[in-house]
């Protein structure tokens, strides 16, 4: 059963923006905290943005800081990024990834595209 499921990707040009969805099931509990993760072709998966169980504490990589935004809507289950002045080097399958009690969750990813 699919309990983490990305949205948003899509093929954008150079300084446009997206924004990124991943609703996690109901099926899951004790999240304690979520991530975005992105890989290029060629490239080893990279940690792109966290953000803590109560959504009071956020990291993320120095390549995005001022341009990306994590967030949640704890109501929904949902992890959200939004992403501006996207630069061609931000293309990607963007994964998100949450941490529960008991397991660690990954969604199947979204493609972003950053060309014009």
């Known amino acids: 059963q699919v309990q983490l499921v990305e949205s948003g990707g899509d093929l954008v040009q150079p300084g446009g923006s997206l924004r990124l969805s991943c609703a996690a099931s109901?099926?899951?509990?004790?999240?304690?905290?979520m991530y975005w993760y992105r890989q290029a072709p060629g490239k080893q998966r990279e940690l792109v943005a966290s953000?803590?169980?109560?959504?009071?504490?956020?990291t993320y990589a120095d390549s995005v800081t001022g341009r990306f935004l994590i967030s949640t809507d704890n109501a929904k289950k949902t992890l959200f990024l939004q992403m501006n002045s996207l630069k061609p080097e931000d293309t990607g399958v963007y994964y998100c990834?949450?941490?529960?009690?008991?397991?660690?969750?990954w969604g199947q990813g979204t493609q972003v595209t950053v060309s014009s």
């Open positions: 953000i803590t169980s109560g959504g009071g504490n956020t």
């Open positions: 109901e099926s899951i509990f004790n999240i304690y905290n």
């Open positions: 990834r949450a941490v529960s009690l008991r397991h660690i969750y």
